[in-house]
């Protein structure tokens, strides 16, 4: 696989480039970031699974058409055609993309990438002890949160607290392959239900860790409207709500967050000086379904994958996005789904600019 390198004068050119394309984006120079540091799943993963010695080198993710609206059409490791939210972030806080943990011999001096595709809240066994597998990778929450320990030991001389003083943490978005895999492997959704207090504890205790590190700015990310999803309309039927996405399995993404807005709270009560800040990924995804022809998007494919075969969504688990003959569609810039699982540039780009507008007020910035 192609190495991904950063060089400091193109990006300078491609940030230009990608913030006259977002209309009223917020600056996030303002804030005066030089370090982010992420947790997370395939959302924000910019190339760790596909690093990982247990397959991920021969996964889709690591060939096109999986990055193929990327810079240099490269595939690498970002489970979308292009760019991640996360990189958006960077991008706004004039910092570079965030390479990978697992590219160790990449540049962690503006921060450090720690977000693994598949990866799940809870410990691997964990589930297993629930009868539910973790299909891709065994980096957990608490492997990543381990890898970041590793990763201050060997840059910090006694604490962390004055080096991340101006750092952003970013604690998820994770949990949805927690309830995925319990789906797909025939858990009711009540059955799932009984999943999201401990999901939810395994992110608190994420929080309490990084501030132990030293963080005092972390955004902690909810989850997706998941009926919304071509891989769960694929496999479930309705009720449907007003955006014709499954109203039982959005109710239960509503359910997930709101609990994890009440462990922000009690964390923000203990620690009284760190900033902590939920972003809403729920209401801003029914915003862009609910103004897909404004923003430019088709409403006739709004919840079809752009990069996948067969029944009313387009996507079919046997034959996923980046297999044989699997075709793409000719516009994913008009898609907000790229595979099925996974958003598009596009989609990822106004939901980080949604982001950005909920964390501006928050983070310490200046006007």
Partial sequence: MAKFEFIGLTFGVLSVLVFVHCINALDLKKCYIDKIYQL???????GNYIRESSGGA??????????????GKKSTGRCSNGLLIIDYIAMASGLPYLNPYQDRDADFRKGNNFATAGATAL????LKDKNISSPFTSTSLDVQLDWMFTHFNSICLR???????????????IGVNDYGFALMQGKTLQQTYSLVPDVVFAIQ???????????VRIVVPGIFPTGCGAIILTKFTGPYDEYNCLKEFNDFAKYHNQKLQVAIEEVKKEHPNVIIVYGD????????LRDASRLGFDPANALKACCGTGGKYNFNLRTSCGNPGVPVCASPQRYLNWDGI??????????????????????????
């Fill in 58 to 71: 021969q996964s889709v993710y690591a060939r096109l058409p999986y990055g193929q609206d990327f810079y």
């Fill in 123 to 126: 410990p691997v066994q964990f």
């Fill in 205 to 215: 205790k994420a929080i309490r860790s990084v501030i132990e590190y030293g963080a």
């Fill in 342 to 367: 996974h958003l598009t540039q596009e989609a990822y780009k106004d939901l980080a600019q949604s982001l950005i507008q909920q964390i501006y007020p928050h983070i310490k910035c200046t006007n």
């Fill in 281 to 288: 990924y729920y209401t801003p995804y029914l915003s862009i």
């Fill in 40 to 46: 997370g799943d395939s959302l924000s993963d910019t």
């Fill in 159 to 173: 604490d962390c607290k004055e080096l991340l003083k101006n750092s952003l943490f970013l604690v998820g978005e």
